[in-house]
């Protein structure tokens, strides 16, 4: 999920298995399943190189030979659909896809970086400038940094704006900017080139160690609750060997040198395994502010 999920990228470069004949070496065959909403579309050539370093590594590293096959999904019914079809074995998604699959799993997969797997979004605006509240943002430029991290934040964006006119409308009253790095998003408000930015609070507090002078011109406006983005999961009805060695793997990714620079590349230090009640607090924020709690689908019964 711009940092990509670790796990994505594992499940992304497992898919390489299958064009590469001296790594096959097993009939079993795992179908993964991915949303295109947890792939970073601005950095696929960086993302496939690194799928390679992790086919020639730790694949033969772990002794992983099995066939992978990988689908990519455009939307939320094709994913349904493959999922209630067994389709697929494992599928990385975002945690409001979760709830539109009426999926509740036990246990979810879950990348790591520095300070944890929540994800929290402010709004910064300088100290010395023109909004001192949400409602000033009206005719205003936003800067919003672009990555897949950001996958909620027009959500909550749209939800403090909403209180400011009492509708779903608010969004448009604000003129946005996209950046694909949240650096340029907060050095625009630094230099008065706009006059708020959308970004990560863990970009704002790297970006303030690296340059300390920010944290006294720019100041956190609102901040969003901690939420998980996106995530990883295995059907709950696949058992076996290949899913004990896959998830070994999977956890153990940061004990690898191959993985080890997958995670470096991705930003994240290695991937946790988590209840699947940490999606909670997420999913009551998807369902306040998105006005909807799914239910599981027919003849479905939570996992």
């Known amino acids: 999920m711009r940092t990509l999920m670790a796990f994505l990228l594992v ?8 064009a590469e004949p001296e790594l096959v070496r097993s009939d079993q065959v795992v179908r993964l399943g991915i949303s295109s909403r947890t792939f970073p579309a601005t950095n696929r050539n960086d993302a496939l190189a690194a799928m390679r370093v992790w086919v020639d590594t730790v694949i033969k590293e772990r002794e992983l030979r099995e066939s992978v096959e990988v689908a990519l999904y455009d939307s ?7 999922y209630e079809q067994g389709r697929v ?8 896809e979760i709830m539109l699959l009426g999926v509740r799993p036990d246990y979810v997969y879950i990348p790591n970086q520095d300070h944890g797997f929540h994800v929290r979004y402010v709004l910064l605006v300088r100290r010395d400038g023109a909004v001192a509240d949400v409602a000033d943002l009206t005719g205003h430029e936003l800067v919003v940094a672009d990555h897949q991290r950001m996958v909620f934040a027009g959500f909550w964006l749209e939800s403090l704006l909403a209180d400011v006119d009492g509708n779903r409308t608010g969004r448009r009253l604000v003129d946005q900017a996209r950046v694909a790095k949240p650096s340029k998003a907060i050095l625009r408000v630094f230099f008065q080139q706009a006059q708020a930015a959308l970004v990560t609070l863990e970009a704002f507090e790297l970006a303030c160690e690296l340059n300390p002078q920010l944290r006294d011109e720019l100041k956190v406006l609102r901040e969003s609750p901690p939420l998980v983005t996106a995530l990883f999961l295995f059907r709950p009805d696949w058992h076996g060997v290949t899913r004990e060695r896959l998830e070994e793997a999977v956890l153990n990714l940061h004990a690898t ?3 080890q620079q997958v995670l470096t590349v991705f930003q994240s230090s290695r991937m946790e395994k988590q209840p699947g009640s940490v999606l909670d607090s997420t999913r009551s924020f998807l369902e306040r502010y998105l006005g909807f709690a799914p239910d599981p ?6 996992s």
């Open 11 to 18: 499940m992304y470069a497992a898919g390489w298995s299958h």
């Open 76 to 82: 939320v019914e094709e994913l349904r659909s493959a």
């Open 89 to 96: 074995d494992a599928v990385s998604l975002t945690t409001e």
């Open 257 to 259: 040198p191959g993985g």
């Open 297 to 302: 689908p027919p003849g479905e019964e939570p």
